[in-house]
Nanobody
Framework: VQLVEFGGGVVQPGGSLRLSCAAS????????MYWYRQAPGKEREWVAS????????YYADSVKGRFTISRDNAKNTVYLQMNSLKPEDTAVYYC?????????WGQGTQVTVSS
């Protein structure tokens, strides 16, 4: 199982970014996918989830209405569209899946929201 995130960067408050996570090594379309983030000095926190078909999505209260998780099973990729970004969204963002009862994480991509 391999997960590779990309799309991070530096953006001004109020701006947008789209993160991508490319998956390989398992049957992507059969598994839920998750985005987490970890800010400096803080614990890693859950951000959003999406079911295997993409029919169900869930969000942390802190990002609800601003972030959208989606997936393209033909491309084995999950996305996180982030709008109306705030300085407190600054963190390393990770995608995750659970395969055969084990969690697999990507290497993370840095998102910095700063003027």
């Amino acid at each position: 199982v391999q997960l590779v995130e990309f799309g991070g960067g530096v953006v001004q408050p109020g701006g947008s970014l789209r993160l991508s996570c490319a998956a390989s090594g398992f049957t992507f379309s059969s598994y839920a996918m998750y985005w987490y983030r970890q800010a400096p000095g803080k614990e890693r926190e859950w951000v959003a989830s999406i079911s295997d078909t993409g029919g169900s999505t869930y969000y942390a209260d802190s990002v609800k209405g601003r972030f959208t998780i989606s997936r393209d099973n033909a491309k084995n990729t999950v996305y996180l569209q982030m709008n109306s970004l705030k300085p407190e969204d600054t963190a390393v963002y990770y995608c995750k899946t659970t395969w055969r009862s084990r969690d697999y994480w990507g290497q993370g991509t840095q998102v910095t929201v700063s003027s």
